[in-house]
């Protein structure tokens, strides 16, 4: 079989396009990057829906910390410190229980789709909490020079929140919000031991690389092509969002922009 013909047999069969069946032996190195880059297509369509619900959710979460309204301020504290302070596996397993537990009241939550519920909805709430501290950190660093310019101009409420105070947020805080992105998409991989998905072998990239590494009894060629492509994922992601910077810099003089920079989150 070329590669040519493996391209086209598997290259969307993680979303039930292409063949059925997985290779059961002499497995190339086409297979291996065609069906892990399939899988890619979970792990993308997971951080893509967790990272812009989560951003609207952390924007919430930071206007609330801020707030003056101390149950409101309470809720967003208690939120952010819960799902910062769990570790992320154990939220899976948490979430997966609860949607699962639903299933008397709602029949579409079946062991299958619980891990696939659960998993986003943890995504979405976990990078919610990290952002939402960037967030409230970058409110804290707005110049007061710049709210006393809104005040001026007789801007309040939503039109001064709108035109000054989350505009000035977000250049301030995309830096770092720029990294819980990229460990977002990284942290995607962990839906894999959710449970999702177990049907038809149709899984995300670790489930792919996983299969290879047990079928061949070697994980130095599937697990490094995974490595790939998430470094690739990455370098997408540092370029989309090095635009949307600049974009949020572009008043400001070239030696005043903030540079987005890469640091990896090596624990959390």
């Known amino acids: ?15 039930g396009i292409g063949e059925r069946l997985l290779p059961r032996g002499d497995f190339t190195l086409c ?7 399939s899988g890619m297509i979970w792990n993308i369509y997971f951080g893509v829906l967790a990272l812009l619900i989560g951003f609207v959710l952390a924007t919430a ?13 309470k809720a967003s504290e208690w939120f952010i410190f819960v799902f910062r302070g769990s570790p992320l596996f154990i939220q899976f397993f948490f979430a997966y229980f609860l949607f699962l537990s639903l299933k008397g009241v709602w029949p579409m939550f079946s062991p299958l789709t619980s891990a696939a519920y659960g998993a ?7 990078t919610a ?8 950190g970058a409110l804290l660093s707005i110049p007061k020079g710049d709210t006393e310019a809104a005040d001026a101009y007789g801007m309040s409420g939503w039109s001064r929140f709108r035109r000054v105070i989350w505009p000035t947020m977000l250049r301030l805080g995309w830096p770092a919000y720029t990294n819980e992105a990229i460990f ?9 031991f959710s449970g999702f998905p177990a049907t038809q072998q149709r899984g995300d990239a670790l489930y792919y690389a996983n299969y290879f590494a047990d079928k061949t009894f070697n994980p130095f060629i599937p697990y490094p092509i995974l490595a790939g492509y998430f470094i690739l994922l990455t370098l997408v992601v540092i370029g989309l969002f090095g635009l949307i910077n600049a974009r949020l810099n572009r008043h400001l003089p070239q030696d005043r922009r903030a540079k987005i920079k890469l640091r990896p989150n090596l624990i959390r």
């Open 1 to 15: 079989m070329s590669c040519a013909q493996t391209f086209a047999d598997y290259a969307l069969r993680a979303i």
């Open 129 to 136: 909490a990290y952002s939402g501290e960037i967030f409230y």
């Open 61 to 73: 979460v930071a206007v609330g910390k801020a707030s003056h309204n101390r149950a409101i301020r």
């Open 31 to 37: 297979q291996q990057f065609t069906l892990i880059g």
């Open 120 to 126: 986003l909805t943890v995504l979405i709430l976990n």
């Open 184 to 192: 977002l998409f990284h942290a995607t991989t962990l839906v894999y």
